[in-house]
């Protein structure tokens, strides 16, 4: 069946220290994307991306950066320059008349 | 810019009644507007949507959403509540000219059910 799959599901940074968090999809959609998710707070965009090399900022992207080497697949790095990442990230992919379809997400917490 | 406010971040409703959950939008252009749900810790799941076909929209689970374009609501509806229902909603407008392009999202709402 297509996809999207988020991985890690938990995944722990040290202070200081880089993390990725892997988002693949087999839905063959050209756009996907990365939001943060906080309590009560809604979905807030990352980062975005319609085309393979190809990516644009969203509404909170200091400390996150992201690549798009291939259509399938949107990783997104968080670097120690974002002070506050314990959240819930979900990654989403669309094609263009179709609603975004979500990952089952990655809980990042700090150690 | 567009925004979304979700009136009411959380709803408790008992088991057999009516779940109102209201979402109010601004946007300069014709808007895409899109319910999703959310279960604990997993990813969002299209409730339904509106993309100026019909404005009584009928999604899954029994849901409904009305477009009311004279006061930019797009509030979601169930007759009779099953615990099942609860979960998080969102209410999202999509930003540009076709349905699959970014969302800005609502605060969410969180639905208890009491049986």
């Known amino acids: 069946d297509g996809g999207i799959t988020q991985s890690p599901k938990y995944l722990f940074r040290k202070e200081g220290q880089n993390v990725t968090l892997s988002c693949e999809q087999n839905l063959n959609h050209d756009a996907m994307y990365w939001y943060r998710q906080d309590p009560g707070q809604g979905l807030r965009l990352i980062y975005y991306s319609q085309i393979v090399n190809d990516f644009q900022k969203g509404d909170i992207a200091e400390g996150y950066s992201v690549s798009r080497e291939k259509k399938e697949s949107f990783p997104l790095t968080v670097t120690s320059a974002q002070k506050n990442p314990t959240a819930f990230y979900l990654c989403?992919?669309?094609?263009?008349?179709?609603?975004?379809?979500f990952g089952d997400g990655t809980r990042l917490s700090i150690l | 810019a567009q925004s979304v406010t979700q009136l009411g971040s959380h709803v408790s409703v008992s088991e057999g009644a009516l779940v109102l959950l209201r979402c109010n939008y601004s946007?300069?252009?014709?808007?895409?507007l899109f319910w999703y749900v959310q279960y604990p810790n997993q990813g969002l799941q299209l409730l339904l949507k509106y993309t100026s076909a019909a404005t009584l929209v009928k999604g899954i689970n029994g849901f409904e959403a009305e477009f009311k374009k004279s006061e930019t609501s797009f509030h979601l509806t169930k007759p009779s509540a099953h615990m099942s229902d609860a979960a998080e909603y969102f209410c999202a407008v999509s930003v540009g000219k076709a349905a699959g392009n970014k969302l800005t999202f609502g605060g969410g709402t969180r639905v208890l059910v009491k049986p």
């Open positions: 946007s300069s252009v014709p808007p895409y």
């Open positions: 989403a992919s669309s094609i263009y008349d179709q609603p975004q379809h």
